[in-house]
């Protein structure tokens, strides 16, 4: 069961990263996938946090700091269009910030150590 849970979640990241090195190798780079690609990581993310708090095997701080954080960018997002007309397009920052949440996540679903596991949590908030 845990190598399934890891196994969705290193799916999600990868056709993530897949879809946007493709989108940009081919110049396709569209306005609809600038707003619905930020979209799906933060879904993503929302629903296996959430999943795993009520699992009791995430800390709710921790879920509440990964909402707040998506809930902030998407509403910089919305101020950003409605007062500049541009839609901006996600940056390396913020996915190298998704992809440290999903290494801790995995982290996480791979029961490691707590004393390790503490150094994942740092690092995502910092991210």
């Known amino acids: 069961m845990c190598i399934k849970r890891q196994g969705l979640i290193l799916l999600a990241g990868v056709t993530d990263i897949l879809d946007g090195y493709f989108a940009r190798g081919r110049n396709d780079i569209t306005e609809f996938g600038k707003l619905i690609d930020p979209i799906a990581d933060k879904i993503a993310i929302a629903l296996i946090v959430i999943i795993l708090m009520y699992q009791e095997r995430l800390p709710v ?35 190298a910030a998704v992809v440290i949440i ?26």
């Open 61 to 95: 701080w921790f879920v509440i700091v990964v909402l707040l954080r998506d809930i902030l960018i998407i509403l910089g997002g919305i101020i950003v269009k409605s007062k500049k007309g541009i839609l901006l397009p996600s940056n390396y920052y913020g996915k």
């Open 102 to 127: 999903s290494l801790n996540l995995i982290a996480i679903v791979s029961n490691i150590d707590k004393d390790i596991l503490i150094y994942f949590y740092v690092a995502s908030v910092f991210a």
